[in-house]
């Protein structure tokens, strides 16, 4: 059974560093094919993609947010580490983490699993 | 950068009722389509992927078709427990979200 928990702070200050991790189970960082993925929902407003890194270690980033992501992972840890620089209260939302889906020999960056999120308030 | 639209941004149907909701891409993006429902407090859940394909254990009231820049999804008779906000998701090495469509009983 894949599960996958968020943990970090609940409150941030404003141009601070946010650190996130997501604890994994159920599957392997290192499987050929594997993905986690980083999202956020700000309160009332769509999702928003942010990172996936792959089981290669490859890594994608949403093209506006680039600059100040930063995707790893820990294969003995079973996590995956999201870091986000210089905090806006814009930046206030739940963040998710996600499982890639794999299937039928072949894998997409569509996630089937989700952690349940946890909610991040950037405030001055 | 690929943009979904998605329409409409909120719906009132009845039990029993076809509903549909569509999502227009801003270039060709085959079929690397996703649909996800989400209820309030929760984090999506996949419906469909590919487009058309049917996630395991999701019901077959749920449908996806559409290919290119134009796809619909539907629910063919609504259920209560339809009540949710679903969205569509662009995936390649780029991920996009349309803006969701609220959908609940009239």
């Known amino acids: 059974q894949i599960t996958l928990k968020e943990s970090g702070p609940m409150v941030v200050k404003t141009t601070q560093t946010l650190t996130l991790t997501c604890t994994v189970s159920?599957?392997?960082?290192?499987?050929?094919?594997?993905?986690v993925g980083w999202l956020r929902q700000p309160p009332g407003k769509a999702l928003e993609w942010l990172a996936v890194?792959?089981?290669?270690?490859?890594?994608r980033y949403s093209p506006s947010l680039r600059s100040r992501l930063t995707i790893t992972k820990d294969t003995s840890k079973n996590q995956v580490v999201i870091t986000l620089n210089n905090l806006d209260p814009v930046d206030t939302a739940t963040y998710y983490c996600?499982?890639?889906?794999?299937?039928?020999?072949?894998?997409?960056?569509?996630?089937?699993?989700w952690g349940q999120g946890t909610m991040v308030t950037v405030s001055s | 950068d690929i943009q979904m639209t998605q329409s409409p941004s909120s719906l009132s149907a009845s039990v029993g009722d076809r509903v549909t909701i569509t999502c227009q891409a801003s270039?060709?993006?085959?079929?690397?389509l996703s649909w996800y429902q989400q209820k309030p407090g929760k984090p999506p859940k996949l419906l469909i992927y590919?487009?058309?394909n049917l996630e395991a254990g999701v019901p077959s009231r749920f449908t996806g078709s559409g290919s290119g820049t134009h796809f619909t999804f539907t629910i063919s008779s609504l259920q209560p427990e339809d009540i949710a906000t679903y969205y569509c998701?662009?995936?390649?090495?780029?991920?996009?979200f349309g803006q969701g469509t609220r959908l609940d009983i009239k």
């Open positions: 998701q662009h995936y390649d090495n780029v991920i996009t």
């Open positions: 590919d487009a058309f």
């Open positions: 159920g599957f392997s960082l290192s499987s050929s094919g594997m993905g």
């Open positions: 996600a499982h890639r889906r794999c299937g039928g020999g072949s894998c997409y960056n569509t996630f089937d699993m």
């Open positions: 890194i792959y089981w290669n270690d490859n890594k």
């Open positions: 270039q060709d993006i085959k079929n690397y």
